[in-house]
Every structure is written in structure tokens, then in C-alpha cells.
């Protein structure tokens, strides 16, 4: 099967640094990743798309300075967050899609928990 | 734009009984929608796609572009269906995916 991971699993950090999260596709290429962001007992909300080569595409109201996007090979994009706030604690979700296939699939990570003081 | 609909937060069934969650969806062009799973403590999963018509551990959901709907049904729960279940539809060239609320589904023995 398709295995995207994620690193770290769980981050603390102090207000006003950056944090930075990776996602790797594990034995797929993913031209295509995706981050999401999900708060307790609530449902997965995109951020952004992240595309291999080329700038993230962010959804309305994500700020792109803040949370910064990489998608540097086909196997791995990172997401950091620039000067964290408290209010940016939140379990942050990345999947990637499989190249070549037909079906519009996903596969996802096991989430990142961001715990900002 | 795009949404996908779960009316239900929270299922609760017995064992034994039919299961249907719920989803609606609205959106402009030809959808692509999929249920994901979520079971404790564990990722994200695929639990099954439209496309493909099929029935994976006894689920099985039938797009109905009349009603605009994709409910995911089961004819006996089982202890362990017990999850959060995400209706998703899959949209645009880089495949976009807009997910429902969720709706815990809570099997009771």
C-alpha cells in the first residue's frame, strides 16, 4: 500500500518560533500534496495545496506568510509555521496523491499535534 | 463552490442493527466522492469510493445524483465500526477535496 508519514509526530514550542513539519510520500511519487488542518472534534479543513515544482496553492482566508509551504521533490513537502501564536495549536494533517493512477486518491499522514505555549 | 453536508454528528446503533450515515453534496460539476474512516487513535483512511461501486467491510454507498446524496450504509453494525466516518467529494485539476463535519458512529454491544 501507499504510506505518507509524517515528522515530528507531536511539537511544543514557545510563541514566536517557527516550526517546521514534513510530510514524505514513503514508496510513492506525489506531484500533489495537501495540508490540513483539523481542531478537536471538528473536520478536516484544507489549507493549502502543495505542488511539486511550484507555489502552494492556499484557500481563502490561510495566510501564506505564515504558514509557509514547500514542496521540494515528488516524495516530500514540509509546512512551517512562521512566529507560532497559541491560537496555532491544532493537529496538522498532510496526504499526498498518488501519481498516475486513476482514481483520485489520497493517502494520509498520521498528523502532526502542534502545541504552542 | 463546493460543500458536502453530514446532518448527523452522532450515530448510535446497536449491534446487530442497519446503519446508514449520511451525505449530501453540491457542487457544479461531475463529483467524485469518497467516504473516509477514521478509527481511534489511527489516520485517516480510505473506507470506499463511488466510483468503484464496491462494498468494503459490509459498507456500501450509492451515489444518487438526483438527491445529490451518497449515504454509506451497513445492514448489521458491528462493535467494530465504531469510528468517525468523513463524507468527501474530490474536485478541481489538482483534486481538491472538501470533507463533511463527520459523524461519529457509536456502536453499542
Known amino acids: 500500500g501507499a504510506v505518507v508519514s509524517q515528522h515530528p509526530s507531536r511539537v511544543i514550542c514557545k510563541s514566536g518560533t517557527s516550526v517546521k513539519i514534513e510530510c514524505r510520500s514513503l514508496d510513492f511519487q506525489a506531484t500533489t500534496m495537501f495540508w490540513y488542518r483539523q481542531f478537536p472534534k471538528q473536520s478536516l479543513m484544507l489549507m493549502a495545496t502543495s505542488n511539486e515544482g511550484s507555489k502552494a496553492t492556499y484557500e481563502q482566508g490561510v495566510e501564506k506568510d505564515k504558514f509557509l509551504i514547500n514542496h521540494a521533490s515528488l516524495t516530500l513537502s514540509t509546512l512551517t509555521v512562521t512566529s507560532a501564536h497559541p491560537e496555532d495549536s491544532s493537529f496538522y494533517i498532510c496526504?499526498?496523491?498518488?501519481?498516475?493512477?486513476?482514481?483520485?486518491?489520497?493517502?494520509f499522514g498520521p498528523g502532526t499535534r502542534l502545541t504552542v505555549l | 463552490a463546493q460543500r458536502v453536508t453530514q446532518p448527523e454528528k452522532l450515530l448510535s446503533v446497536f449491534k446487530g442493527a442497519p446503519v446508514e450515515l449520511k451525505c449530501n453534496y453540491s457542487y457544479s460539476g461531475s463529483p467524485e466522492l469518497f467516504w473516509y474512516v477514521q478509527y481511534s487513535r489511527q489516520r485517516l483512511q480510505l473506507l470506499l469510493r463511488?466510483?468503484s461501486r464496491e462494498s468494503i467491510k459490509g459498507f456500501t454507498a450509492d451515489l444518487n445524483k438526483g438527491e445529490t446524496s451518497f449515504h454509506l450504509k451497513k445492514p448489521f453494525a458491528q462493535e467494530e465500526d465504531s469510528a468517525m466516518y468523513y463524507c468527501a467529494l474530490h474536485s478541481g485539476g489538482y483534486q481538491k477535496v472538501t470533507f463533511g463535519t463527520g459523524t461519529k458512529l457509536q456502536v453499542i454491544p
Open positions: 463511488h466510483i
Open positions: 496526504s499526498a496523491r498518488r501519481q498516475g493512477v486513476t482514481y483520485n486518491e489520497q493517502f
